[in-house]
């Protein structure tokens, strides 16, 4: 009782609106007062996602915790307006996902970004290790239930916990585990590229509609601020019309056993891999589809890492409207990812680093009273992994398409497999026009609608 007065008396009366008064109404002193330190910590953090935005708001709906606090503003209103706090869901409320493969992506990126996961929760992995899905289990308290091989994972069909299935694997294993997860009743959040051409592509598609299951691709940077305000700025002609996008995307890949430089588990190299971007976003940004394609291919002769996929494909892509995406993806040289919008009327905008985990910028030029002046108009650093994973469980909770379904990555693998076809014929090659903008996309969601 007395930890509990303590607790109250930091509650200063008045302080952002939120009151011990108000704290009491909400919590239950009766409540709290057989509770322990422990579980008081969590009273208090369950009180302040209760409390109503206002002091004189008594409405508190089911839902409100994930409207967000406020609290007074201290800056000076001429500065830039802060955004709102996170307003998570209750843990009990989110969308339960079980991430397959435990390699740098998983490790590195996903598990950390589900911190910032308003909707998502960890409760499953699957790996071929059992020491290492073990001590990652730990590390994220994940119960020994939801630990997984590859030969049990089909057991994942009674776990409750589990309604998404994450595929973080080479990619020739995604159809497998697509259509692995489909069968067991799960949705599916599949790393890109999907899978390793188009037919895979289509299985999946169908496995996943015959199961009355969602399938997502990560195609992480339409979820990502900076590149969706370079899409307003494309499709509101913000500088005219783009009519050339020049998108670059290289690292140099080391050890050359590694499965991303093996045909049979990736599919190709650069292209699919890390040029995927390039192909993606030129799509993104205009909404249109190419109708024409032209590629050249290189690899540096003897190099031990190039024996079975390709090193470096130049390609460009044409566009109904005429606007034309030029293309550059390597693996054979230093790190360089980004894009660069060019418009016809005093302007030029797009991103560096555009492709990258993090730090991804926006930038461009613009002539302002006769002058060119370079400009940095950032839309803020988010976690773009946290904003597609969270897509994806409210597409399960409010049960829509996903805006990345399977036909979105299948479209990738049709214009990869036309971009091979004219590297090896040094041919352009023509592709089936598509009128319809966004043709294979998702209904856009709310966060995402232009502005
Ligand atoms: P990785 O090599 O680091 O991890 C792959 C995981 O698969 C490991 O845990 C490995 O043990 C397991 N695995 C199972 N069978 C395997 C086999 N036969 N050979 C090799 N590994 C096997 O790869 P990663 O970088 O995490 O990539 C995994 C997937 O995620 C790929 O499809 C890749 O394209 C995609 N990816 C996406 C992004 C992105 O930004 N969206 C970034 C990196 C990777």
């Known amino acids: 009782m007395k930890d509990l007065d303590n607790i109250l008396n930091t ?59 406020e609290l007074k503003e201290i800056a000076d209103p001429s500065e830039k307006k802060k955004e709102p706090f996170p307003a998570p869901e209750a843990p009990d409320k989110r969308v339960g996902f079980a991430l397959v493969g435990l390699g740098n992506l998983t490790l590195g990126e996903l598990l950390p970004a589900f911190g910032n996961c308003k909707y998502a929760k960890v409760t499953a992995l699957v790996s071929g290790n059992p020491e290492k899905a073990q001590k990652v289990a730990k590390q994220y308290g994940i119960p020994d239930k939801g630990i997984y091989n590859y030969q049990n994972f089909d057991n994942i069909k009674n776990n409750p916990d589990v309604q998404v299935v994450y595929i973080v694997l080479p990619n020739s294993m995604h159809e497998e585990f697509t259509v692995r997860s489909a069968n067991a009743g799960k949705h599916v959040l599949c790393e890109k590229p999907m899978s390793v051409n188009s037919e895979s592509a289509q299985r999946m598609i169908n496995a996943c509609e015959k199961a009355g299951k969602k399938l997502m691709i990560a195609y992480r940077i339409q979820y990502e601020p900076n590149n969706q305000k370079a899409k307003e700025w494309t499709r509101n002609k913000k500088m005219g019309t783009v009519k050339i996008i020049d998108a670059i995307n290289t690292q140099n890949q080391g050890e050359p056993g590694q499965w991303r430089l093996k045909k049979a588990l990736a599919g190709g190299g650069s292209l699919p891999d890390i040029g995927l971007y390039c192909l993606n976003t030129a799509r993104y940004l205009l909404g249109e589809e190419p109708v024409q394609v032209n590629a050249t291919l290189f690899n540096t002769p003897n190099d031990p890492r190039f024996k079975e996929v390709e090193e470096t494909v130049f390609f460009q892509l044409q566009f109904p409207s005429g606007a034309l995406a030029n293309c550059t993806t390597s693996y054979g040289v230093h790190e360089s990812k980004r894009y660069r919008c060019h418009a016809d009327k005093g302007g030029y905008f797009g991103l560096d680093p555009a492709f990258s985990y993090h730090g991804l910028r926006m930038e461009g030029s613009q002539v302002q009273d006769g002058m060119e002046v370079k400009i940095n108009p950032s839309a803020g650093d988010k976690n773009q992994f946290a904003l597609e994973i969270d897509h994806m469980a409210r597409c399960v909770t409010e049960n829509k398409k996903p805006y990345t379904p399977g036909e979105e990555g299948l479209q990738d693998h049709v214009i990869m497999e036309a971009i091979y076809e004219s590297a090896k014929t040094g041919k352009p090659v023509k592709l089936k026009k598509i009128d319809k903008i966004d043709a294979f996309r998702g209904t856009t969601p709310d966060e995402l609608q232009i502005s």
């Open 11 to 69: 509650l200063t009366e008045g302080e952002d609106g939120y009151t011990r008064r108000t704290f009491l109404a909400n919590t239950g002193k009766g409540i709290l007062a057989a509770a322990t330190l422990g579980s008081l910590a969590a009273c208090d953090t369950n009180a302040q996602q209760k409390a109503p935005t206002s002091p004189t708001d008594k409405d508190v709906h089911a839902n409100s915790i994930t409207e967000p606090i």
